[in-house]
């Protein structure tokens, strides 16, 4: 059996304004960071033996965080392209609630140059089945995005779409088992800062 456990990065300042975020390279802010630590000190409790990002910045610093709580030199980082985060096409940079309605309904003539749920669900799965096969029987953490996580998913369980929210620096749990995926768990962030508390 091989486990992959895809992990969303920590909060941006888009993330926080509500800004539709996709392969602009926009960084953690201090929540992130922070939220980035938290997650690898939750999954510093289990043992994992490889850890591949997204190559945007806010997923390959998260990805140094657990990396180093996990005893995994961030040298070692696998960066795939395959778990980039969606491309948004007219959305990118938009606030959330003016257009998010035509992106959940993967409307391409009202977002143009969005990139459709089917081409996301396949380059995704295309991602974890190379996992699969490059390191069987191995414990994988895939540092990603919200729109790769919810790809991931739709493609290995049509009970989940892209409607289902993702928490920033949450874990999904995915095994590989008798050549096909199983959802273990999602979306699993109790561990998770919201919000700075300042005094």
Not at 23 to 50: K, T, Y
Not at 109 to 131: F, I, N, Q, Y
Request: with cysteine.
């Amino acid at each position: 059996m091989t486990e992959l456990c895809l992990v969303r990065h920590g909060q941006t300042d888009w993330n926080f304004q509500e800004i539709i975020q996709g392969r602009e390279d926009i960084p953690l802010n201090a929540l992130g960071h922070r939220q980035a630590e938290e997650s690898a000190a939750f999954l510093s409790q289990e043992n994992w033996d490889v850890i591949v990002a997204s190559p945007l910045t806010r997923a390959i610093d998260t990805a140094h965080y657990i990396a180093e709580a996990c005893g995994i030199s961030p040298g070692e980082i696998i960066q795939d392209e395959r778990f980039i985060e969606r491309e948004f096409g007219h959305a990118s940079g938009k606030p959330v609630p003016g257009i998010y309605e035509a992106v959940q309904a993967d409307d391409q003539e009202r977002v143009p140059g969005l990139e459709s749920e089917d081409e996301m669900r396949a380059r995704v799965l295309e991602g974890m089945e190379h996992l699969v096969e490059a390191h069987q029987g191995k414990r994988i953490i895939v540092v990603c995005h919200s729109h790769a996580i919810k790809a991931a998913l739709s493609a290995v369980d049509d009970t989940y779409t892209f409607r289902h929210a993702m928490r920033n620096a949450c874990s999904n749990y995915i095994e590989h088992r008798e050549d096909q995926f199983v959802v273990k768990a999602v979306n699993i962030a109790d561990h998770i800062t919201n919000e700075i508390v300042t005094k």
